[in-house]
């Protein structure tokens, strides 16, 4: 009996290591430039439209019909936060049209610096994440890691979805 056994497990594991070599891992195509390059324009034009206090030109980045804007504190930042009031959440949903009417009607200057920025695209779709700092007079309000989905459409890139987190 353990013969048996023996052979029907050696035989098992032949096939399970040649159905792992016979299909290939898809080779990662690298990014093209051009793309990388209008991802990166779109970068800076919306860090352009916050000190310009342009809510029309970010409003353009983003995908006009769709929305998904979150913010997350870090465990800190949620301690604080929960501390003041206790009804707070840890993740928040907004909307881009928020941030721009916010950018739009601020009375103090505005920027948001980003460091470390990251870009994965594949022509169709991109990913942008970084480190920011936003600043409201001068004075660093928050920090933390940014995530953009990105989409190539008929206009050029938009950004689909935005995370961020809230602290370090």
């Known amino acids: 009996m353990r013969p048996i056994r023996s052979l029907i497990l050696c035989c098992a594991l032949c096939l399970t290591a040649s159905a792992f070599s ?3 891992a898809t080779p990662v195509t690298p990014a093209a430039p051009a793309d990388v390059a209008a991802i990166q324009d779109v970068v ?3 860090q352009a439209a916050i000190i310009a ?5 970010l409003g353009r980045l983003f995908l006009a019909d769709h929305n998904s804007w979150l913010t997350v504190l870090d465990d800190a ?6 501390a003041r009031d206790p009804k707070v959440a840890k993740v928040h949903a907004s909307t881009w049209k928020a941030f721009a009417d916010f950018v739009s009607s601020a009375k103090v200057p505005l920027e948001e610096r980003f460091y470390n920025v990251r870009i ?3 022509g169709a779709v991109a990913s942008v994440y970084f480190d920011f700092d936003f600043l409201s007079d001068g ?11 990105m989409v190539r459409d008929e206009q050029g890139w938009k950004i ?6 809230i602290g370090r």
Do not use: H, I, L
Not at 142 to 147: I, L, P, Q
Not at 160 to 165: D, K
């Open 44 to 46: 800076r034009q919306f």
């Open 120 to 122: 994965e695209t594949n």
């Open 160 to 165: 689909g979805a935005m995370v961020f987190s």
């Open 139 to 149: 004075n660093v309000t928050n920090r933390g890691s940014e995530a953009w989905q």
């Open 53 to 57: 206090k342009d809510g029309q030109t």
């Open 77 to 82: 930042e949620y301690a604080k936060a929960k």
């Open 22 to 24: 016979a299909s290939p």
